[in-house]
């Protein structure tokens, strides 16, 4: 982790300096009479007056074409919105203003798409899923071909231990120290140097793969290919271990001396690529920029056919650089800073966070941040790879900065309060503790998001709640079902489990949010249904047409049941009539009527087989018992076992 200047520091300068003098004024009159109108009700103190006044200065010289003034308007009215509470107002206002600076050629709005985000209310909803190829749909890169050491599904662990006192470089004590083994260890390596055996065999011992953060520390000119580089690399092959190869990171900030050139960084790159993919092939290349300053990313991109994945450094703090006379950053959380990068390479490469931190003290401010720190490691390890699903690892910069750099404790051991929360969060299999190709977590379970295309679920599920409110601080989370508070919360991690036999078709959760002056800031309704499943002999079975409940008889796919059980199936669309033969056993029903015939003898159905959707349905009881199973139903997880003999 290099000292850099962030989004603040960096446009707070560059647009007091661009505001210091009002901008020269039109001379139609009109134009003109607004414009003092307003800057003499502002300088009376009547900043509301003089907001009609703003919005047409605003308008009008957009429409212009004069994207400086224009921005400088939307920047009065994003202050005064912001200033009075106006929340919606200001978010408007902020991402127009940053839109004009755009269109003017000049990247001066990123601070103000940064306050957007710190303002913006957000409460979005994610829940456990347990069908394979729902996950997949979300979790694959669109060409379908998983990258060098992609998992399937889930997101590694990845960990830098050096200086954390109870591990060390000794990565076997991570299970004992924080109850789980971690998947990827960073080592930091130099170029001229050697490679870093010594932490690949640790690695190694702890059945984990290694992240190197190769750094050119005198630049780009001595990275050649030649015996040094050839070396290097034949050790890395020998190591044994998937090795994740982070060259030259952070290259789009001026902090680092291989910034300035994108050619030659992109050349070196490239050069690099080649080398380890013929002499070193467990070696997976990891392009990985800081997420600021956004706009300096794209033009390092060594192109898709050079890099496995792309990786990013993404920080955040309680002040800017760890400088208290800044603007408090409390209100940044650390989802919306990967929304970027993650648009744009998400679909063709698999993500890394390749350091990622959340202090929970400032030295610089000798302030505690326990209770900021929990609330961010939560959006870090669940809302993240849920948000993202590409978001395929997650590398936590374990250290105690003590007064350097942003003189921030990001150490997960030096607070017990915050190494037991740590290790509740990674007890998720869904964060994965072994690096293999095409690897998924041991329970099988996924996550998407609670939306029209993803609100019914089987069995049980979680649902973990994404909260954000301006003042950063939540109060209490309560939580409705079909109208009634089914539970509260007022300490983290948040998240609610729900069985399938609480939650009817059609039901509506929601989500009533608190500030901690017992406020509520927000209220968002989810719809939300459970689905009968079927477990035949232990497999749960997918169906193209789901279960349904019809006058209180659960009714099953008859076809996929009837074949999963070993009967042949036929059906005779003149007569709408099916017939199933397994054994000595034959069926016979027709469609809309009670009456079937089992081996010629007449059998009444309380409910008859139905078409649904083109699929013949009937009562999961007989579907089951007909040839020979034992059929059982469990109400609370509304599920259907069958148990053939």
Same mark, same amino acid.
């Given at each position: 982790?290099?000292?850099?200047?962030?989004?603040?520091?960096?446009?707070?300068?560059?647009?007091?300096?661009?505001? $210091?003098?009002?901008?020269?004024?039109?001379?139609?009159?009109?134009?003109?009479?607004?414009?003092?109108? $307003? =800057?003499?009700?502002?300088?009376?103190?009547?900043?509301?007056?003089?907001?009609?006044? &703003?919005?047409?200065?605003?308008?009008?010289?957009?429409?212009?074409?004069? /994207?400086? !003034?224009?921005?400088?308007?939307?920047?009065?009215?994003?202050?005064?919105?912001?200033d009075i509470g106006d929340y919606d107002q200001a978010i408007h206002y902020y991402e127009q203003e940053n839109q004009y600076w755009v269109n003017a050629g000049k990247d001066w709005g990123a601070?103000?798409?940064?306050?957007?985000?710190?303002?913006?209310?957000?409460?979005?909803?994610?829940?456990?899923? +347990?069908?394979?190829?729902?996950?997949?749909?979300?979790?694959?890169?669109?060409?379908?071909?998983?990258?060098?050491?992609?998992?399937?599904?889930?997101? *590694?662990?990845?960990? @830098?231990? =050096?200086?954390?006192?109870?591990?060390?470089?000794?990565?076997?004590?991570?299970?004992?120290?924080?109850?789980?083994?971690?998947?990827?260890?960073?080592?930091?390596?130099? /170029?001229?140097?050697?490679?870093?055996?010594?932490?690949?065999?640790?690695?190694?011992?702890?059945?984990?793969?290694?992240?190197?953060?190769?750094?050119?520390?005198?630049?780009?000119?001595?990275?050649?290919?030649?015996?040094?580089?050839?070396?290097?690399?034949?050790? #890395?092959?020998?190591?044994?271990?998937?090795?994740?190869?982070?060259?030259?990171?952070?290259?789009?900030?001026? /902090?680092?001396?291989?910034?300035? +050139?994108?050619?030659?960084?992109?050349?070196?790159?490239?050069?690099?690529?080649?080398?380890?993919?013929?002499?070193?092939?467990?070696?997976?290349?990891?392009?990985?920029?800081?997420?600021?300053?956004?706009?300096?990313?794209?033009?390092?991109?060594?192109?898709?056919?050079?890099?496995? /994945?792309?990786?990013?450094?993404? @920080?955040?703090?309680?002040?800017?650089?760890?400088?208290?006379?800044?603007?408090?950053?409390?209100?940044?959380?650390?989802?919306?800073?990967?929304?970027?990068?993650?648009?744009? *390479?998400?679909?063709?490469?698999?993500?890394?966070?390749?350091?990622?931190?959340?202090?929970?003290?400032?030295?610089? #401010?000798?302030?505690?941040?326990?209770?900021?720190?929990?609330? +961010?490691?939560?959006?870090?390890?669940?809302?993240?790879?849920?948000?993202?699903?590409?978001?395929?690892?997650?590398?936590?910069?374990?250290?105690?900065?003590?007064? %350097?750099?942003?003189?921030?404790?990001?150490?997960?051991?030096?607070?017990?309060?915050?190494?037991?929360?740590?290790?509740?969060?990674?007890?998720?299999?869904?964060?994965?503790?072994?690096?293999?190709? $095409? #690897?998924?977590?041991?329970?099988?379970?996924?996550?998407?998001?609670?939306?029209?295309?993803?609100?019914?679920?089987?069995?049980?599920?979680?649902?973990?709640?994404?909260?954000?409110?301006?003042?950063?601080?939540?109060?209490?989370?309560?939580?409705?079902?079909?109208?009634?508070?089914?539970?509260?919360?007022?300490?983290?991690?948040?998240?609610?489990?729900?069985? #399938?036999?609480?939650?009817?078709?059609?039901?509506?959760?929601?989500?009533?949010?608190? !500030?901690?002056?017992?406020?509520?800031?927000?209220?968002?309704?989810?719809?939300?249904?459970?689905?009968?499943?079927?477990?035949? %002999?232990?497999?749960?079975?997918?169906?193209?047409?789901?279960?349904?409940?019809?006058?209180?008889?659960?009714?099953?796919?008859?076809?996929?049941?009837?074949?999963?059980?070993?009967?042949?199936?036929?059906?005779?669309?003149?007569?709408?009539?099916?017939?199933?033969?397994?054994?000595?056993?034959?069926?016979?029903?027709?469609?809309?009527?009670?009456?079937?015939?089992? +081996?010629?003898?007449?059998?009444?159905?309380?409910?008859?087989?139905?078409?649904?959707?083109? @699929?013949?349905?009937?009562?999961?009881?007989?579907?089951? =018992?007909?040839?020979?199973?034992?059929?059982? &139903?469990?109400?609370?997880?509304?599920?259907?076992?069958?148990?053939?003999?």
């Amino acid at each position: 982790m290099n000292k850099r200047i962030g989004i603040l520091s960096l446009a707070v300068g560059i647009l007091a300096a661009s505001m $210091a003098g009002s901008p020269a004024p039109a001379r139609a009159d009109v134009v003109w009479d607004h414009w003092t109108q $307003a =800057e003499t009700l502002q300088a009376s103190g009547n900043s509301k007056a003089a907001v009609p006044h &703003w919005v047409y200065l605003a308008d009008y010289y957009a429409g212009a074409g004069d /994207w400086e !003034n224009a921005a400088l308007f939307s920047g009065k009215l994003d202050k005064y919105f912001d200033d009075i509470g106006d929340y919606d107002q200001a978010i408007h206002y902020y991402e127009q203003e940053n839109q004009y600076w755009v269109n003017a050629g000049k990247d001066w709005g990123a601070v103000k798409l940064q306050r957007a985000d710190q303002i913006r209310t957000t409460v979005e909803l994610y829940r456990e899923e +347990n069908i394979e190829n729902i996950v997949q749909e979300r979790t694959r890169p669109d060409g379908s071909r998983l990258a060098k050491f992609e998992p399937e599904y889930g997101t *590694y662990l990845g960990i @830098y231990s =050096e200086q954390d006192p109870k591990v060390g470089n000794v990565f076997t004590k991570m299970q004992s120290v924080y109850g789980k083994k971690h998947a990827i260890y960073l080592a930091y390596a130099h /170029w001229g140097q050697g490679f870093p055996s010594s932490y690949a065999k640790r690695a190694k011992d702890a059945g984990g793969a290694l992240q190197i953060a190769w750094e050119p520390d005198n630049g780009l000119d001595p990275v050649t290919d030649g015996a040094y580089l050839r070396s290097w690399a034949k050790e #890395a092959k020998a190591a044994g271990i998937p090795i994740f190869l982070r060259f030259a990171g952070e290259m789009n900030g001026a /902090w680092v001396k291989w910034h300035g +050139n994108p050619a030659q960084y992109i050349a070196k790159f490239r050069m690099l690529h080649d080398v380890f993919a013929t002499d070193a092939p467990n070696v997976a290349m990891v392009w990985s920029p800081g997420d600021v300053p956004a706009n300096d990313i794209d033009p390092y991109y060594p192109g898709d056919a050079y890099v496995d /994945w792309v990786g990013v450094s993404l @920080y955040i703090e309680p002040y800017e650089n760890g400088d208290p006379s800044l603007p408090s950053m409390l209100a940044t959380s650390n989802v919306e800073r990967l929304t970027r990068l993650y648009n744009t *390479y998400a679909d063709r490469k698999p993500l890394m966070l390749s350091e990622t931190g959340v202090p929970h003290y400032s030295h610089s #401010a000798s302030e505690d941040y326990t209770e900021w720190a929990k609330l +961010n490691l939560q959006r870090l390890y669940e809302i993240m790879p849920y948000k993202y699903p590409r978001l395929k690892a997650i590398t936590y910069f374990n250290v105690d900065q003590q007064m %350097n750099n942003a003189k921030n404790d990001y150490s997960l051991s030096t607070s017990s309060d915050i190494q037991s929360y740590y290790s509740q969060l990674i007890a998720n299999p869904y964060l994965l503790s072994e690096v293999k190709d $095409a #690897a998924k977590p041991a329970d099988r379970i996924g996550y998407v998001p609670i939306d029209a295309d993803h609100q019914t679920f089987t069995k049980q599920t979680r649902v973990i709640p994404f909260i954000k409110i301006p003042e950063v601080y939540i109060g209490k989370v309560e939580y409705l079902l079909n109208g009634k508070v089914i539970a509260s919360q007022t300490s983290l991690p948040y998240g609610l489990d729900l069985k #399938a036999g609480e939650v009817p078709e059609g039901s509506v959760l929601q989500l009533r949010i608190l !500030n901690k002056s017992g406020q509520q800031v927000a209220f968002r309704t989810f719809g939300i249904s459970s689905q009968v499943s079927v477990n035949i %002999n232990g497999t749960v079975q997918q169906f193209e047409q789901a279960p349904v409940i019809v006058n209180g008889s659960t009714f099953t796919p008859l076809r996929a049941i009837f074949e999963a059980m070993g009967a042949k199936v036929d059906y005779e669309a003149s007569t709408r009539s099916v017939t199933a033969t397994k054994g000595s056993t034959t069926v016979k029903l027709t469609l809309d009527q009670s009456t079937v015939y089992v +081996n010629g003898k007449a059998v009444q159905l309380e409910e008859p087989a139905r078409l649904v959707n083109g @699929y013949t349905l009937a009562p999961a009881r007989f579907v089951g =018992e007909t040839f020979g199973g034992i059929v059982n &139903w469990d109400g609370s997880l509304r599920t259907v076992t069958i148990t053939g003999k």
